[in-house]
C-alpha cells in the first residue's frame, strides 16, 4: 500500500470514529448535554472555555486566570495528531461558550466534533490559521504540500505564540465584555514573559556554534522554532504517516546524518523508535531522546509545569546537546511576580 493510499485510509478512519463518537453519545451521553448527566464540576455564570492541547491550555490560562473554567480536551502525553475524541468530549464542547483549537489541520476529528456539538454562535477559534498567513505555511519533512496539511507546531515559536495571545484576549473579551479588562491586563502581563522568554532562547541558541546548528529530530515539531533562532532543520525521521520509517528511508537517513555532519539526533519521550538508536550507531552521531514539544514538564503545580517551562526545558537540551551556554536561560521567570 503506497503512503499517500495509506494517509487516505487513515483520514477516512479517522471520520469515520468521529462519526462514531457521535453517535455514542447519542446513545449512552447525550443526558450530559441537557445537564442531567456526569460531568466535571463548573461555576456557575462563569465563562467555559475548552482548548485541545497542553500548551495551549496552559497559554490561555496565563490571559483567563481564574475568570473562566478551562479544558484541555487532549490529555498530557497523547500524540494529538491521531488523539481520537471521547464522548465526555461532546459534552465539553456543547458545554463551551468558546473554543481555542491550535488550527492548521492539527485537530481534525476535535474540529469536526466541536462543529456539530457547540451551540450556535460559539466561536470555534483556529488560532494558526489566524496568526499565520497562508504563505507562510510550513510544508516539509512529515508535512509535504501533496498531503495540503501544513506543519502545526507554531507554539514551538514564542513569536507566533504572542499573535495567538493577542487573539485569545480579543476572543475572550468578546465572549465576556465584563471581564474584558481584566483578560487585557492578563495578556499584557503574560506577553512580557513571552518577549522575556523570546530574548533569551535567541541569547542562549547564539551561544552555539554555526557548523552544529542543526536539528534533525525524530517528530517533525521545530519548523517554527528553527529559523526563528538560527537553527537549521536538517530532516525528521517519522514519515508524513506517522508510522516508523521504512528500511529504505532509514538508509537515507543515515546517508543525510553522514553528509551533513548531523552532530546530534533529538527524540522525544512521547515518540520511543528504536530507529534513532539504530541511525545514531550507524553514524556515530549523538542521540538526545528527551524532547518534548507538547508535554508540560513537572507535575501540575510545579512552576516548571507550564509553557514557559516547556520551552525552556527543550531549548536547554538542544542548546547543551549542540556545544552551547545555557546560563540566558535562568533569568527567565517561570511565575509571574
Given amino acids: ?29 447525550c443526558t450530559a448535554i441537557d445537564g442531567t448527566g456526569p460531568q466535571q464540576p463548573t461555576t456557575p455564570d462563569r465563562l467555559q472555555v475548552v482548548t485541545t492541547v497542553a500548551p495551549l491550555a496552559d497559554i490561555v490560562h496565563n490571559i483567563t486566570g481564574d475568570l473562566a473554567d478551562l479544558q484541555a480536551l487532549v490529555p498530557p502525553g497523547v500524540n494529538s495528531h491521531t488523539y481520537e475524541p471521547s464522548p ?47 504563505s507562510d505555511w510550513v510544508f516539509d ?17 514564542p513569536e507566533l505564540v504572542m499573535a495567538c495571545v493577542e487573539v485569545i484576549a480579543e476572543e475572550l473579551g468578546r465572549a465576556d465584555p465584563a471581564q474584558a479588562e481584566a483578560y487585557a491586563s492578563n495578556a499584557e502581563a503574560y506577553l512580557n514573559r513571552l518577549r522575556q522568554l523570546d530574548e533569551a532562547l535567541a541569547e542562549a541558541s547564539a551561544t552555539v556554534p554555526e557548523s552544529q546548528r ?19 532543520v536538517t530532516g525528521a525521521i517519522q514519515p508524513a ?8 528511508e532509514v538508509a537515507d537517513l543515515i546517508r543525510q546524518v553522514r553528509e551533513a555532519n548531523v552532530p546530534v539526533i533529538f527524540g522525544a519521550a512521547e515518540f520511543p523508535s528504536p530507529v534513532l538508536e539504530a541511525i545514531a550507531r550507524e553514524t556515530g552521531a549523538r542521540l538526545e531522546a528527551s524532547l518534548a514539544d507538547d508535554v508540560l514538564p513537572g507535575e501540575p503545580g510545579d512552576p516548571e509545569h507550564s509553557y514557559i517551562g516547556m520551552m525552556l526545558y527543550n531549548t536547554r537540551i538542544i542548546v547543551a546537546a549542540l556545544g552551547g551556554d545555557i546560563q540566558a536561560l535562568d533569568s527567565v521567570l517561570l511565575t509571574q511576580n
Wanted: proline share 5%; aromatic share 10%; charged share 15%.
Fill in 241 to 248: 504517516d506517522m508510522a516508523e520509517p521504512s528500511a529504505r
Fill in 141 to 157: 519533512f512529515s508535512f509535504p504540500e501533496s498531503g495540503g496539511a501544513p506543519n502545526p507546531h507554531i507554539w514551538l515559536n
Fill in 214 to 232: 542543526q536539528l534533525l529530530t525524530y517528530h517533525d515539531s521545530w519548523a517554527y522554532f528553527g529559523p526563528r533562532y538560527g537553527f537549521t
Fill in 1 to 29: 500500500m503506497s503512503r499517500s493510499h495509506q494517509q487516505l485510509m487513515n483520514t477516512v478512519r479517522y471520520r469515520l470514529l468521529a462519526l462514531l463518537v457521535l453517535c455514542c453519545l447519542w446513545l449512552v451521553g
Fill in 88 to 134: 465526555s468530549d461532546a459534552r465539553h464542547l456543547a458545554a463551551a461558550d468558546l473554543v481555542f483549537i491550535n488550527g492548521l489541520q492539527l485537530e481534525a476529528l476535535i474540529l469536526d466534533l466541536a462543529e456539530a456539538n457547540v451551540v450556535e454562535g460559539v466561536p470555534i477559534v483556529a488560532l494558526g490559521d489566524r496568526v499565520l498567513d497562508r
